[in-house]
Nanobody, 123 residues
Framework: QVQLVESGGGSVQPGGSLRLSCAAS????????MGWYRQAPGKERELVAS???????NYGNSVKGRFTLFADHDKNTVSLQMNSLRPEDTAVYFC?????????????????WGQGTQVTVSS
């Protein structure tokens, strides 16, 4: 079983900054993708940023140029630096990790989520 634990988040005024962090633990053989998604009230969960091992980071259109993802696929950690925050960034942010779990003889894919952390941008 793979667990993702998030930290950071909170309340900030428009134009401010926050940093979210996430660490994956458990029976991880290899993590291939780590990233963040968010879900605002009444809306579907959407991609914020995601990084595949050895690949270019993908950002949601609304956060490009403001958010930066830092992923370490070997240390199983991912952080999201959020700058120039706007009220529309208010949402619950979820960490996501995808990879392989189990013994080498019987590896299985996993797609795990953190519990979510609230980010509120308001004056």
């Amino acid at each position: 079983q793979v667990q993702l634990v998030e930290s950071g988040g909170g309340s900030v005024q428009p134009g401010g900054s926050l940093r979210l962090s996430c660490a994956a633990s458990g029976n991880i053989w290899r993590i291939n993708v780590m990233g963040w998604y968010r879900q605002a009230p009444g809306k579907e969960r959407e991609l914020v940023a995601s990084s595949g091992r050895g690949l270019v980071t993908n950002y949601g259109n609304s956060v490009k140029g403001r958010f930066t993802l830092f992923a370490d696929h070997d240390k199983n950690t991912v952080s999201l630096q959020m700058n120039s925050l706007r009220p529309e960034d208010t949402a619950v942010y979820f960490c996501n990790g995808q990879g392989l779990t189990g013994p080498v003889s019987s590896l299985k894919p996993f797609d795990s989520w953190g519990q979510g952390t609230q980010v509120t941008v308001s004056s």
